[in-house]
């Protein structure tokens, strides 16, 4: 199996990671993979917006708990030093499938890269909130912008496996 091959059938949702911060050199690389993602017409209308900044982190990991509904304490980013927001502007009508190409992207590239990932649904509710459109302004983001998802990443420290593939899910026309 190629390297391509092995990454797409082997990439698993990490929900437990290390303290340990990831080089920038690394994120920038992931968050490079994801502007090459492919585009509705070739627009490049995502935005991606990296947080290592752990105070900047721990506001997205509460508001984004808050969305969900859980208790004070929980962290739904599992500890993931880096996240990775994907907005597109909201007037954009293939904003839903070019923001999940890139995070889908960039899940792989973590991966490549000895990184875990995992994909955090909820952007689009804090991205909506003021506080969520105050930490885009911090990054220097302003407008309309609907939050497609987050993707955290960092060093798992955990080795999830996967589940076996449900049968009767492809289907073929010769």
């Known amino acids: ?41 070739g627009y490049q209308k995502p935005v991606i917006v990296a947080v290592t900044d752990k105070e900047t982190r721990d506001e997205l990991s509460d508001l984004n708990r808050k969305a969900g509904g859980w208790k004070e304490g929980f962290d739904p980013f599992y500890g993931a030093t880096v996240v990775i927001s994907v907005l597109t502007p909201k007037d ?49 983001l302003e407008g309309e912008y609907l939050g497609i998802g987050n993707l955290v990443i960092g060093y798992a420290d955990q080795q999830p496996k996967a589940a076996p593939r449900k049968a009767g899910r492809a289907f073929f026309i010769k």
């Open 92 to 140: 954009w009508d293939k904003g839903v499938e070019d923001g999940s190409l890139a995070i889908g992207q960039m899940l792989l590239a973590a991966h490549a890269l000895g990184l875990g990932g995992c994909w955090i649904h909820r952007a689009k509710e804090v991205f909506e909130t003021e506080e969520g459109k105050e930490i885009l302004k911090k990054a220097g």
């Open 1 to 41: 199996m190629n390297e391509v091959m092995d990454a797409l059938v082997n990439r698993r949702s990490v929900r437990k990671y290390k303290a340990e911060a990831v080089p920038e050199e690394l994120v920038k690389e992931i968050v490079e993979a994801g502007l090459y993602a492919p585009s509705g017409m």
